[in-house]
């Protein structure tokens, strides 16, 4: 049985978690500690991947990302590779379908950190980057840790944006979840079954990591 899809996933979400956590910190924290006019516009948008398709976000991506879209000539400009049907374009679909995935852990641990320590940073002399990078980040680790394996997870598991986008081109664009898919298409039920097995297992673990550490961060509030 061929595992490349298994490792494509997995390093797919890898790469997916890092970009998805710089990009969402900030954005989390302007969510939380800024406020101004229009900010409900922000969140929504922040949010709509949740609520729209996978196949209709994987259509508009694929018009971005073919040889005559925006995003598609941009990159071709730039590296004289196409976006489409690449690794490159699976990371573009996965960064823009799991952003709500790593934004809201994050602005849940930023929304419930003691404002009282930030005041007391600013008061001994702290810039606000000071502040995020010594008070807010380690005061909400747990928090930063359950959106990066809620990432991960879901990258995991994405299936219809990927297809859209990058097709199953073996050892390519081929992942884990589509790959199950073929192996069903084509009554291959013991590999589809293996597969999903694994998937499954992975999927448990990450759970259990997740509720682990949000019962022991709701402890540590309560002793404190």
């Known amino acids: 049985m061929d595992f490349t899809p298994l490792i494509l996933s997995a390093k797919l979400a890898l790469v997916s978690t890092v970009l998805l956590l710089i990009i969402a910190l900030p954005v989390a ?5 800024k406020n101004f006019s229009g900010k409900f516009f922000l969140e929504s948008l922040v949010g709509l991947p949740l609520v729209v398709p996978p196949t209709v976000l994987g259509f508009y991506l694929l018009v971005l990302m073919g040889p005559k879209g925006f995003l598609g000539q941009g990159w071709t400009a730039l590296t004289g590779w196409p976006l489409a049907f690449t690794f490159a374009g699976l990371v573009g679909a996965s960064l823009v379908q799991g952003f709500p995935f790593a934004v809201q ?4 641990a930023f929304e419930k950190l003691d404002h009282r320590l930030l005041e007391m940073a600013y008061v001994l002399g702290l ?3 000071q502040a995020f990078f010594k008070v807010i980040i380690p ?5 930063l840790i359950a959106a990066a394996i809620l990432a991960f997870a879901h990258t995991m598991g994405e299936f219809g944006i990927i297809l859209m986008v990058g097709g199953s081109i073996p050892d390519k664009t081929k992942v884990a979840s589509v790959a199950v ?3 069903v298409e084509n009554l291959q039920y013991h590999e589809a079954a293996v597969m999903s097995l694994i998937m499954v297992a992975m999927s448990y673990a990450i759970l259990l ?3 682990y550490l949000n019962t022991h961060q709701t402890r540590a509030q309560a002793i404190t």
Do not use: M, R
Request: no cysteine; charged share 10%; aromatic share 18%.
């Open 29 to 33: 924290y302007i969510l939380v500690y």
């Open 105 to 108: 852990p994050i602005k849940a």
């Open 127 to 129: 810039t606000p980057l």
């Open 139 to 143: 005061n909400t680790i747990n928090g």
């Open 181 to 183: 898919y073929e192996y």
């Open 209 to 211: 990591v997740v509720n």
